[in-house]
């Protein structure tokens, strides 16, 4: 495997990441503040749809992005209220936001398009176009560093900057202000809270809300930045991947990065290299496409004991009178 090769891979696996990544850090707000949330697949499906197809009625992806964070928002604000308000099962109003997304999604495709549930292909101003960093062309025959920056760090959409530096700001908001504390704190101990004079509801609904912004980030990024349009289920299971590279992570936001890194770099190798022959044995390309979900049932299976959630995730809180 040569230098550019490796290039290839690893620039492939930056923007494989990218959705997880800010699923990712959704769940890791809404799961701090004591609200699980399995729904991220519905919410980037939505978020996914609700992009495309505005950008494909209006020809602007900026439009297209408002209506992926609108689309989000909307089921997460759906399921602030079934879990919050009314203190429903936090799952079961998860997994009923992930069934309602996948059936809307062709539904209303369907409907407006009449293509089979898909959008028509996006191009030119209703997709994201690459940014070039500056001197990225001038220092492109430096050797190492310059095909890095090139190829690596420069030439990406602007939501996979965004995806980057969501990281040190969630930590930074999560670790070094008041709201980050008492996120925090809800999560654990929201009687604590509660004593303290500031409203657990209140502050589960602002989690409940990033969750959505950064799930329609996650969403449109697919479809108009990672590809040209919307297709059925073209999340393809990365919002339960999403969930368990938090648990990997540990509910921290650097953590998040990189185990969304490990998740993209093994799907851009599943793509690159579709059957591997190794001499001894071939593997077959099933197995190479189905390694981030192996991954997934791994860590599942090894790690949901040893990583320990926030302690009050999960349960409705009831104000004591």
Same mark, same amino acid.
Not at 48 to 72: K, Q
Not at 276 to 297: H, K, Q, R, W
């Given at each position: 495997?040569?230098? =550019?090769?490796?290039?290839? +891979? ?20 809404? $799961?701090?503040? @004591? ?5 991220? /697949? ?6 996914? !749809? &609700? ?6 009625? %209006? ?16 089921? &997460? ?8 308000? !009314?203190?429903? =099962?936090?799952?079961? &109003?998860?997994?009923?936001? =992930? ?16 293509? @089979? ?12 176009? /690459?940014? *070039? ?14 095909? +890095?920056?090139?190829?690596? +760090? ?8 965004? #995806? ?5 700001? %969630?930590?930074?908001?999560? !670790? ?19 004593? #303290? ?26 479809? %108009? ?7 059925? $289920? ?21 953590? #998040?990065? !990189? ?11 599943? =793509?690159?290299?579709? &059957? ?43 104000? *004591?009178?």
């Amino acid at each position: 495997m040569d230098f =550019n090769t490796i290039l290839a +891979i690893l620039d492939s696996s930056v923007r494989l990441m990218t959705p997880l990544l800010l699923a990712c850090l959704a769940g890791l707000y809404s $799961e701090r503040s @004591g609200v699980f949330d399995i729904g991220l /697949e519905g919410k980037m499906l939505m978020a996914a !749809f &609700s992009a495309a197809s505005v950008a494909a009625l %209006t020809g602007s992806v900026w439009l297209g992005l408002l209506a992926g964070i609108g689309g989000s928002m909307a089921l &997460s604000l759906v399921h602030g209220v079934t879990s919050i308000t !009314f203190r429903g =099962n936090q799952l079961i &109003s998860g997994v009923a936001i =992930n069934f309602l997304a996948s059936g809307l999604t062709v539904l209303v495709g369907q409907k407006l398009f009449s293509l @089979g549930g898909r959008t028509p292909s996006l191009s030119g101003a209703a997709r994201f176009a /690459e940014i *070039e960093l500056p001197f990225a062309a001038a220092l492109r025959d430096v050797p190492i560093l310059g095909p +890095i920056y090139y190829e690596l +760090i420069s030439g990406h959409t602007i939501l996979v900057y965004v #995806a980057f530096l969501c990281v040190p700001l %969630t930590w930074w908001l999560l !670790f070094r202000t008041r709201f980050g504390l008492r996120l925090r704190a809800v999560g654990e101990n929201p009687a604590s809270v509660d004593t #303290a004079g500031v409203s657990v509801t209140g502050l589960r609904y602002q989690a409940i809300i990033i969750c959505g912004v950064l799930c329609g980030l996650a969403g449109a990024y697919l479809a %108009t930045g990672l590809s040209a349009g919307f297709v059925k $289920e073209m999340t393809a299971g990365r919002g339960f991947i999403a969930l368990a590279a938090l648990i990997f992570a540990k509910w921290r936001p650097w953590n #998040a990065l !990189f185990a969304t890194f490990l998740f993209g770099l093994l799907e851009a190798i599943a =793509n690159r290299y579709q &059957s591997l022959d190794l001499g001894v044995i071939a593997i077959p390309s099933m197995f190479m496409n189905a390694l981030p979900y192996i991954l997934t049932v791994i860590i599942l299976a090894g790690f949901v004991g040893r990583a320990i959630p926030p302690r009050a995730g999960g349960e409705p809180y009831v104000k *004591e009178r």
